[in-house]
Nanobody
Framework: EVQLVESGGGLVQPGGSLRLSCAAS????????MSWVRQAPGKGLEWVSA????????TYANSMKGRFTISRDNDNDNLYLEMNSLKPEDTAVYYC???????WGQGTQVTVSS
């Protein structure tokens, strides 16, 4: 059974940082490109970032460039998203998914508020 389990979300003040993690199981993690996708309250899904299966190539949505960093640990089947300089508009549920988005996690809530 494929599982993607996100963690690390929470409440943070504007300008703060969070590191999201995603633990993968049930498939050969190192064979898949991975991504982060988010959904803000009352809005549609927004692609955040993607990373190649080996980790050597990364891409970001324009609004996240320079603030977010995607990475992965293929030895331990984990995906990460380091988020810095967080803004209230980054408030959303953040999902870990394969890329293309075939398998999804259940999401973790990130709230940026003072």
């Amino acid at each position: 059974e494929v599982q993607l389990v996100e963690s690390g979300g929470g409440l943070v003040q504007p300008g703060g940082s969070l590191r999201l993690s995603c633990a993968a199981s049930g498939f050969t993690f190192s064979s898949y490109a991975m991504s982060w996708v988010r959904q803000a309250p009352g809005k549609g899904l927004e692609w955040v970032s993607a990373i190649s299966n080996g980790g050597g190539s990364t891409t970001y949505a324009n609004s996240m460039k320079g603030r977010f960093t995607i990475s992965r640990d293929n030895d331990n089947d984990n995906l990460y998203l380091e988020m810095n300089s967080l803004k209230p508009e980054d408030t959303a549920v953040y999902y870990c998914a394969t890329y293309p988005q075939v398998w999804w996690g259940q999401g973790t809530q990130v709230t940026v508020s003072s």
